[in-house]
């Protein structure tokens, strides 16, 4: 299995596992961040079959891997079920963040796992102190 990782400005999946995006495939921002979104898929192998439900947990972390902590927010943690199609070769899900995480100027990333099936991704991204003209 392979579990791929894409950050966007905003997703949403539509029905028939269409998934719809904007701002798709960035990797630096500035803080606090502006929304943003974390869009999985997850594909089988050849002779591979998914189970009808899988489960990813994801968390923020700094640049030296340890859990990216905010004063007022704690650790940056989620849980989401990615629903097997019914060719049940693939799985889609998308994450939203709202605007506003204060994040310090530096390099981080989200990691992912499902550990049931044995697989992990991990997306790295920059946050800059300010924006770019």
């Known amino acids: 299995m392979k579990l791929l990782v894409l950050l966007a400005d905003s997703a949403q ?6 998934v719809h995006a904007l701002g798709l495939g960035w990797n630096e921002t500035v803080s606090p961040t502006p929304p943003m979104a974390l869009v999985m898929f997850l594909e089988s192998e050849p002779g591979e079959r998914l189970d009808d439900e899988v489960r ?3 968390a923020l972390v700094d640049g030296s891997g340890e859990p990216a902590q905010q004063k007022s927010l ?3 943690q989620f849980q989401t079920s990615l629903q097997v199609g ?3 070769d693939r799985a889609i899900a998308v994450v939203n ?3 506003g995480i204060p994040l310090e100027p530096g390099s981080y990333a989200w990691v992912l ?3 049931e099936a044995g697989i992990s991704s991990r997306v790295p991204f920059t ?3 300010t924006a770019k003209s």
Do not use: H, M, N, R
């Not at 999946?13 to 269409?18: D, E, L, N, S, T």
């Open 86 to 88: 019914a060719d049940a």
């Open 127 to 129: 946050v800059q102190s």
């Open 74 to 76: 704690g650790a940056l």
């Open 13 to 18: 999946v539509a029905a028939g596992g269409k």
């Open 56 to 58: 990813i947990t994801g």
């Open 113 to 115: 796992s499902a550990e």
């Open 97 to 99: 963040f709202g605007p």
